[in-house]
């Protein structure tokens, strides 16, 4: 496994905390419902709580690649994580470009079929959702860095 090549100890009690809980061997209070971890991870009261935490002065650390790939937060559903996402970039200091996909069908006698709104609200695995907020750039120079983002084509 990688994190054993790291060396890094929390890391490697971290994955064998989560290899314990796959298979089913791990100190858990359950329910029909829910799965509850004692001892997992940073527990926090919030999310904003949590993110402070695991994201200590993002707004100045953000550039930093290793400070990045040591942080992690895991979240059960995609929209836990859209969530977490869009809290974290608020946080950055940069400007927020956003991209609206374009709402087109190739038969016209279709558009009726399908509410615009409710095309507008899928999002699929792998895809862009409808609105698409991006943020990138270097906030000393202001200088945007498109080459590193991927954006869609207009």
């Known amino acids: 496994m990688r994190v054993a090549l790291q060396a890094n100890e929390r890391a490697e009690m971290f994955a064998n905390k989560l290899l314990r809980l796959g ?22 009261e919030n999310i904003d709580i949590l993110l402070d935490r695991i994201y200590p ?6 550039e930093n690649h290793t400070w990045l790939m040591q942080r992690a937060i895991l979240a059960p559903h995609n929209d836990s994580v859209r969530q977490i996402n ?23 006698e279709q558009a009726v079929q399908f509410p615009v709104k409710f095309i507008n609200s899928i999002e699929v695995s792998g895809l862009p959702p409808h609105v698409l907020d991006l943020k990138c ?9 498109w080459h590193k983002v991927y954006h869609p084509k207009l």
């Open 23 to 44: 298979n089913r061997e791990t100190d858990t209070v359950q329910s029909p419902d829910y799965v509850s971890l004692l001892n997992f991870g940073t527990p926090a």
């Open 57 to 62: 002065q993002i707004h100045s650390n953000y």
């Open 86 to 108: 869009k809290l974290l970039a608020k946080k950055l200091p940069t400007q927020t470009h956003t991209y609206t996909a374009i709402n087109s069908v190739v038969d016209e």
């Open 137 to 145: 750039g270097n906030k000393a120079t202001g200088a945007h860095e």
